[in-house]
């Protein structure tokens, strides 16, 4: 399925649950919570299924052999793993609503929703040494070297060019003068 459709499906997966979720917050219907929570739960359905999909076809091709089929194999598992922690989250949080007589502490509701948390920061602390390095590398300093200076004297003749290309603007200094 290509990119498109996948950003279309699940834009229309939210504004009907968000639709659905507005109509039984505003006491216009009697739905119960599970029927609200439909859309998420078809979506979830469908993504895992790809994921799934996915996670076969590269094993059974056997692509990219050794260390990075664990990887693929490895990313799909996690990524499978923080749906099935989604999917509880909402079914709890589902119980919860529907039956105010279940004693069921909020706490242990939210717990599935705190270990998908945790999984979404392990999983983007690889980029954090990288952002760091490229916002020390965007600082200025006071004492500046001519190193420096003329590395930031070339990111700004680089960028310069770079948007005077996209908004069809010459470059200072290769102005042609048409005047008559």
């Known amino acids: 399925m290509p990119l498109s459709y996948r950003i279309v499906c699940s834009c229309l997966f939210a504004l009907f649950f968000f639709i659905m979720l507005a109509v039984k917050l505003d006491r216009k219907t009697d739905w119960n919570w ?10 979830d359905v469908i993504f895992l299924a790809l994921l ?3 996670l076969v076809t590269h094993v059974r091709n056997g692509r990219d052999r050794d260390a ?12 499978i793993f ?3 922690m989604k999917i509880s989250f909402e079914l709890m949080l ?6 105010i007589d279940i004693v069921l502490d909020i706490f242990y509701v939210f717990i599935p929703l705190w270990i998908l948390l945790l999984i979404a920061v392990v999983r ?3 980029w954090a040494p990288e952002i760091m390095s490229m916002l020390k590398r965007d600082q200025h300093p006071n004492d500046a070297s001519s190193t420096n200076r003329a590395s930031h004297s070339t990111k700004r003749a680089t960028t310069t060019s ?3 290309n996209i908004v069809g603007a010459h470059p200072r200094g290769s102005r042609s003068s048409n005047s008559s």
Request: aromatic content about 22%; overall charge positive; hydrophobic content about 65%.
């Open 162 to 164: 770079v948007v005077s």
């Open 124 to 126: 983007l602390f690889p």
């Open 94 to 99: 589902c119980v919860k609503l529907q039956y």
């Open 82 to 84: 923080g749906l099935a």
């Open 34 to 43: 599970f029927l609200v929570f439909l859309p998420m739960w078809i979506f």
């Open 68 to 79: 990075s089929l664990r990887s693929v194999v490895f990313n799909l598992g996690v990524f």
């Open 52 to 54: 799934i999909f996915r």
